[in-house]
């Protein structure tokens, strides 16, 4: 049986984004080994909810079909002189895990800067840039020359590049767009959330995601400065205008739930009329394909986002695109608008569109497995 490796740019553990998310895809259609970035004893101190990833073994089943593995590394792996021990430690960990499941690899997807194409001799090598990692070298907290050197290194080595926005096609010749797609569900039916006040009655404005420097702080500001209920779901990194973000979740409008599991996240987008997509002016965020966008639609909810190259592509009037400075009235406006069971359908059908499950048959393809 064939095996795909999938190295993630970011942990099977951590906010589901794009790698999680399509590694889940593909493991549908194929076994599938999705390897973390490296993790070393000091890392749990540095991000604390990693922890718990470090204390079972490094090799866990998720499920049928589907491996997840955590190579454990020495600390300092992110250091200039470390960087290609840490490499092949990753290299190493990934080829004993895919032999001792006793499966073929006939394809690797990188979706990080790591020297990692080659960790499989003879399997097709595909490199996914699922984010701009030099516009976003300040954000990631690395080196945009380490980061423009992988980057090159990574075209040079692969047999294919896959990009997730129409803007990284620019930049990357040859490649192909396979962009973020969205999980149907039933947010209608799912349970009220414990964690969310009974008395907090719609029109419900709400943000799901990880709240970081990406993220307009003022437009979610703005928002809750209006008296709406907005409702906030996910992680909020403590480095960004921690203030400013205490300030806003302590307005009695607004709750703030933290981190949720993906598979919880039905119950909050059922509190939430109007999602939003409140992505600040970067060169990193042009580049990008928030996966918020679809999942709002998928639950049948309004959308409201900054302009966004990815927004455009869409081709929907579906999403209502806001400048900064009409963020807060375009969010008014939507939520003015009856969610009525035709309008919350059509939402839904053009999501179909775009599931997870199509971007996998589409990566699936480039990885050379169509009749998997």
Same mark, same amino acid.
């Not at 003879?122 to 996914?128: C, F, K, S």
């Not at 294919?160 to 096609?169: C, D, I, M, Q, Y």
């Not at 927004?311 to 999403?319: H, I, Y």
């Given at each position: 049986m064939n095996l795909v490796v999938y190295f993630g740019g970011t942990g099977y553990d951590g906010v589901a984004g794009t790698d999680r998310r399509m590694a889940d895809g593909l493991a549908a259609l194929t076994p599938v080994l999705y390897v973390d970035p490296p993790r070393s004893v000091l890392t749990p101190l540095i991000h604390p909810h990693l922890a718990a990833?470090?204390?079972?073994?490094?090799?866990?089943?998720?499920?049928?079909?589907?491996?997840?593995l955590t190579p454990r590394v020495l600390p300092g792996a992110q250091r200039p002189g470390m960087r290609p021990v840490t490499d092949a430690l990753i290299r190493r960990a990934a080829r004993r895990a895919a032999a001792g499941l006793g499966m073929r690899v006939p394809a690797v997807v990188v979706a990080g800067p790591g020297d990692l194409l080659g960790a499989v001799p003879?399997?097709?090598?595909? #490199? #996914?840039a699922t984010d701009d990692l030099v516009a976003g070298a300040a954000l990631l907290g690395q080196s945009a020359r380490h980061l423009r050197a992988a980057q090159a290194r990574q075209l040079a080595r692969a047999d294919?590049?896959?990009?997730?926005?129409?803007?990284?096609?620019e930049r990357f010749a040859g490649a192909v767009v396979i962009p973020n797609g969205c999980t149907p569900v039933d947010a209608d039916a799912a349970p009220w959330p414990g964690d969310v006040p009974g008395s907090f009655a719609g029109p419900v404005a709400g943000f799901v995601g990880h709240i970081n420097a990406r993220i307009?702080?003022?437009?979610?500001?703005t928002v809750a400065g209006s008296g709406r209920p907005l409702l906030l779901v996910g992680p909020h990194d403590p480095s960004y205008a921690p203030a400013r973000f205490a300030a806003l979740v302590a307005r009695a409008n607004v709750c703030w739930t933290g981190r949720k599991p993906a598979e919880e996240l039905a119950s909050y987008l059922r509190?939430?009329?109007?999602?939003l997509t409140p992505y600040a002016t970067s060169d990193f965020n042009r580049a990008s394909f928030p996966i918020k966008t679809l999942d709002y639609l998928a639950a049948g909810r309004g959308v409201v986002s900054t302009d966004l190259p990815?927004?455009?592509?869409?081709?929907?009037?579906?999403?209502?695109?806001a400048a900064r400075d009409d963020f807060a009235a375009a969010v008014e406006k939507e939520l003015a608008v009856p969610r009525t069971p035709e309008l919350q359908a059509r939402r839904r059908a053009f999501a179909e569109r775009h599931t997870w499950s199509r971007r996998a048959r589409d990566l699936a393809a480039l990885l050379g497995l169509e009749n998997q």
């Open positions: 990833s470090l204390r079972g073994p490094a090799l866990r089943e998720v499920r049928a079909g589907l491996w997840w003879g399997a097709r090598a595909v #490199y #996914y294919a590049v896959a990009v997730v926005s129409p803007v990284l096609r307009d702080l003022t437009l979610l500001e509190v939430i009329d109007v999602g990815a927004t455009a592509w869409l081709g929907t009037d579906l999403v209502r695109t």
